[in-house]
């Protein structure tokens, strides 16, 4: 994971340095994020916690799973709403 923040041991001097910092954080977290894999990983995960979780009862179950599937089409829908929100900057 840490090849996705080339800049962890950056030293930080002023607060310019943090912006570039943290944009290499927000950066490297949205990469990892929409790598095809690693959305198979975390989706496989959610899916496993959801029915690993034993006090829940199967309707909590189905709610559970149906908010994990539902996660690419919120990733869909937040993305569409940054990039039009990049274009009135």
């Known amino acids: 994971m840490l090849t996705y923040f080339p800049?962890?041991?950056?030293?930080?001097?002023?607060?310019?340095d943090v912006c570039?910092?943290?944009?290499?954080?927000?950066?490297?977290?949205?990469?990892?994020?929409?790598?095809?894999e690693n959305q198979k990983k975390i989706n496989d995960t959610l899916h496993n916690t959801c029915g690993q979780l034993l006090s829940f009862k199967q309707q909590n179950h189905l709610q559970c799973?149906?908010?994990?599937?539902?996660i690419p089409q919120i990733r869909n829908h937040r993305s569409k709403s940054s990039a039009d929100l990049e274009i009135y900057s």
């Open 7 to 16: 800049y962890a041991n950056l030293s930080i001097k002023s607060e310019s």
């Open 20 to 36: 570039v910092l943290c944009e290499e954080y927000a950066i490297g977290a949205l990469d990892y994020v929409n790598d095809k």
């Open 65 to 70: 799973v149906h908010i994990v599937d539902r």
